[in-house]
């Protein structure tokens, strides 16, 4: 991801901010520039939840460039408590304890890094639950 | 030092990564029989002084119940900045929402940066400038393999928000003292991975006479005694050298143990006073009084007197830092080295 672009999309994805359509309420994250439930292109700032449960996940072995260091991780579905769904790595867990229905929370996390000298992307992420 | 306005806190969080490395897998890699701290905190591969920054900061905005656009400083005190130049507290303000009307900066005093952002930010309240101002203390510390170092340097930090004293702090600041000389006990030069350190000079002329400056200090101008605390927190590079300082200055275990998280997290740098005092308020009652001192090498100690308010009790909802001690996954040498790249590719 070049840097402007990282630098336009930071707020959303450091702070789970999704959009809600002014026209019919449909929600989106991330935003888009017409409601796909109505064709409203007014919107307003949604909070995302930042606790939700794992729908289904996979085990990425062979991660696309940049994300080598990460691997063996966890793409899970997530499904948030305010019905929001979206694609999310789960950390701090091993692949074999995932499961349907575990409960999740987001984290602010490292998602790649431009080599060594390039820009650190930060965004979110989502681990099990701590009590 | 006093502060013109009262001066409390009123939201506060600490983190500590959930991978451990114990101090027998350092010694099976380089056989060693030292066991400072029983086991360390290490940071996942995604994970910096800035993401523990930011889980810190978060728990202490939800817990403070205020609007994070409202505060007006967020210092971010470390020797583990994930870049050379660009501050991490700009990142974090923006993750908290606390941007664009912010001061950042980040502050740098070896393990003292937590708590001089912790000065910092009182002064700012306590002037009045700033309605609430936030102090981080965190670090990814390192230590070069098979160094003494190796065993204690760990990962973890606090936030704490200050505001004026109210019903709303959860403690208040009674007095603050910082006491400071050139010592080179410990440093790290320019574009080296690794610090140095003086070895045995680290006691007695750097940890123990700065602690006891500051501590002494402290209590002479507030006419305070050790036993008129409920708890107290030293700066913790290791298990020994806290209830050393500490008994020595007149404190007992009792007052010590609620903020000793030393054994099982190792040395988390700038976040280690500020991660002990967090334990101890996740522990104390209302009316109790709080005694913390850090020290940071080169060298100097920043103590203060809190004293906890009733808020406390319906103000630090949500996981303690023991969720965080106990969550933990152990990892062996050589993960270790993978989660810390320090292994060459
Ligand atoms: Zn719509």
Same mark, same amino acid.
């Given at each position: 991801?070049?840097?402007?672009?990282?630098? &336009?999309?930071?707020?959303?994805?450091?702070?789970?901010?999704? %959009?809600?359509?002014?026209?019919?309420?449909?929600?989106?994250?991330?935003?888009?520039?017409?409601?796909?439930?109505?064709?409203?292109?007014?919107?307003?700032?949604?909070?995302?939840?930042?606790?939700?449960?794992?729908?289904?996940?996979?085990?990425? &072995?062979?991660?696309?460039?940049?994300?080598? %260091?990460?691997?063996?991780?966890?793409?899970?579905?997530?499904?948030?408590?305010?019905?929001? &769904?979206?694609?999310?790595?789960?950390? !701090?867990?091993?692949?074999?304890?995932?499961?349907?229905?575990?409960?999740?929370?987001?984290?602010?996390?490292?998602?790649?890094? !431009?080599?060594?000298?390039?820009?650190?992307?930060?965004?979110? %992420?989502?681990?099990?639950?701590?009590? | 030092?006093?502060?013109?306005?009262?001066?409390?806190?009123?939201?506060?969080?600490?983190?500590?990564?959930?991978?451990?490395?114990?101090?027998?897998?350092?010694?099976?890699?380089?056989?060693?029989?030292?066991?400072?701290?029983?086991?360390?905190?290490?940071?996942?591969?995604?994970?910096?002084?800035?993401?523990?920054?930011?889980?810190?900061?978060?728990?202490?905005?939800?817990?403070?119940?205020?609007?994070?656009?409202?505060?007006?400083?967020?210092?971010?005190?470390?020797?583990?900045?994930?870049?050379?130049?660009?501050?991490?507290?700009?990142?974090?303000?923006?993750?908290?929402?606390?941007?664009?009307?912010?001061?950042?900066?980040?502050?740098?005093?070896?393990?003292?940066?937590?708590?001089?952002?912790?000065?910092?930010?009182?002064?700012?309240?306590?002037?009045?400038?700033?309605?609430?101002?936030?102090?981080?203390?965190?670090?990814?510390?390192?230590?070069?393999?098979?160094?003494?170092?190796?065993?204690?340097?760990?990962?973890?930090?606090?936030?704490?928000?200050?505001?004026?004293?109210?019903?709303?702090?959860?403690?208040?600041?009674?007095?603050?003292?910082?006491?400071?000389?050139?010592?080179?006990?410990?440093?790290?030069?320019?574009?080296?991975?690794?610090?140095?350190?003086?070895?045995?000079?680290?006691?007695?002329?750097?940890?123990?006479?700065?602690?006891?400056?500051?501590?002494?200090?402290?209590?002479?101008? +507030?006419?305070?005694?050790?036993?008129?605390?409920?708890?107290?927190?030293?700066?913790?590079?290791?298990?020994?050298?806290?209830?050393?300082?500490?008994?020595?200055?007149?404190?007992?275990?009792?007052?010590?143990?609620?903020?000793?998280?030393?054994?099982?997290?190792?040395?988390?740098?700038?976040?280690?006073?500020?991660?002990?005092?967090?334990? +101890?308020?996740?522990?104390?009652?209302?009316?109790?009084?709080?005694?913390?001192?850090?020290?940071?090498?080169?060298?100097?100690?920043?103590?203060?007197?809190?004293?906890?308010?009733?808020?406390?009790?319906?103000?630090?909802?949500?996981?303690?830092?023991?969720?965080?001690?106990?969550?933990?996954?152990?990892?062996?040498?050589?993960?270790?080295?993978?989660?810390?790249?320090?292994?060459?590719?």
């Amino acid at each position: 991801m070049s840097v402007p672009r990282y630098w &336009r999309e930071e707020v959303p994805r450091y702070r789970l901010l999704g %959009k809600v359509c002014a026209g019919c309420g449909a929600k989106f994250f991330p935003a888009r520039p017409v409601c796909t439930e109505c064709g409203s292109t007014e919107f307003k700032d949604h909070k995302l939840a930042e606790v939700g449960e794992v729908v289904t996940w996979t085990v990425v &072995r062979n991660p696309p460039p940049g994300f080598e %260091k990460y691997k063996p991780y966890v793409v899970a579905l997530i499904e948030l408590e305010d019905g929001m &769904r979206l694609l999310s790595q789960v950390v !701090d867990v091993d692949p074999e304890e995932v499961q349907k229905g575990m409960r999740v929370e987001a984290v602010f996390r490292r998602v790649k890094e !431009d080599g060594k000298a390039g820009i650190i992307q930060y965004g979110y %992420k989502f681990r099990p639950v701590v009590e | 030092m006093k502060t013109a306005r009262q001066v409390g806190i009123v939201g506060y969080g600490a983190y500590v990564p959930i991978y451990r490395l114990e101090a027998s897998e350092v010694n099976r890699v380089w056989g060693g029989d030292g066991a400072p701290v029983e086991e360390k905190s290490v940071v996942a591969p995604d994970e910096d002084t800035v993401t523990i920054s930011v889980e810190a900061a978060k728990q202490a905005v939800r817990r403070s119940g205020i609007d994070p656009s409202e505060i007006g400083a967020v210092y971010v005190g470390t020797e583990s900045k994930p870049y050379a130049v660009k501050p991490s507290g700009t990142i974090v303000a923006e993750a908290i929402g606390a941007t664009p009307n912010v001061s950042t900066a980040d502050i740098e005093f070896a393990c003292k940066a937590g708590t001089e952002a912790m000065q910092n930010c009182i002064g700012l309240v306590g002037s009045g400038m700033q309605r609430y101002a936030m102090a981080i203390g965190a670090d990814t510390a390192q230590g070069r393999p098979a160094d003494a170092l190796e065993y204690t340097a760990a990962c973890g930090g606090a936030a704490f928000i200050f505001a004026d004293r109210s019903a709303d702090t959860v403690a208040y600041l009674e007095a603050s003292y910082s006491y400071v000389t050139d010592t080179p006990d410990f440093w790290r030069r320019s574009k080296e991975m690794y610090p140095r350190h003086g070895s045995r000079f680290t006691g007695a002329p750097a940890y123990f006479k700065h602690i006891q400056g500051a501590a002494k200090g402290l209590l002479e101008e +507030t006419g305070y005694k050790p036993e008129d605390f409920n708890w107290a927190v030293f700066h913790q590079p290791n298990t020994k050298f806290p209830i050393r300082v500490g008994r020595g200055l007149g404190f007992t275990m009792d007052q010590i143990n609620p903020g000793l998280v030393a054994p099982k997290i190792g040395n988390t740098y700038a976040g280690s006073t500020p991660i002990g005092l967090a334990a +101890t308020l996740d522990i104390a009652e209302p009316g109790d009084k709080i005694f913390a001192v850090s020290y940071g090498s080169g060298s100097g100690s920043d103590a203060f007197i809190f004293t906890v308010q009733e808020a406390i009790t319906e103000k630090r909802g949500g996981p303690k830092l023991v969720s965080f001690i106990d969550r933990k996954k152990y990892v062996d040498y050589a993960t270790y080295l993978r989660f810390r790249g320090q292994i060459i590719q």
